[in-house]
């Protein structure tokens, strides 16, 4: 069983900057791929990012060269900071990770960027 409970969403202004925050619970942290989705009115949840256990990472198209996703695994928490926010990004953000065949999910943190 692991839990994730994500932090650090709120309001900014278009070009603006967040630093979204994901603690998980359990061992072997270190060891998993974790990721961030985001989902927005009326859409589907798409992955924005994720890190491997080797700091390997990806990013959809729409936030490469804004967003950075990194991973403390001392304090089992893994990051997404965002640059140069756009109207666009405006979602609830979830932090996930997998377990074998089970997946996990965090209560999502709301984004809104918004003048």
């Known amino acids: 069983q692991v839990q994730l409970v994500e932090s650090g969403g709120g309001l900014v202004q278009p070009g603006g900057s967040l630093r979204l925050s994901c603690v998980a619970s359990?061992?072997?942290?270190?060891?998993?791929?974790m990721g961030w989705y985001r989902q927005a009115p009326g859409k589907q949840r798409e992955l924005v990012a994720a890190?491997?256990?080797?700091?390997?990472?990806n990013y959809v198209d729409s936030v490469k060269g804004r967003s950075t996703i990194f991973r403390d695994n001392a304090k089992n928490t893994v990051y997404l900071a965002m640059n140069s926010l756009k109207p666009e990004d405006t979602a609830v953000y979830f932090c996930?990770?997998?377990?074998?065949?089970?997946?996990?999910w965090g209560q999502g943190t709301q984004v809104t960027v918004s003048s």
């Open positions: 359990g061992s072997s942290f270190s060891m998993y791929v």
């Open positions: 996930h990770t997998r377990r074998g065949s089970v997946n996990y």
């Open positions: 890190i491997t256990s080797g700091g390997t990472t």
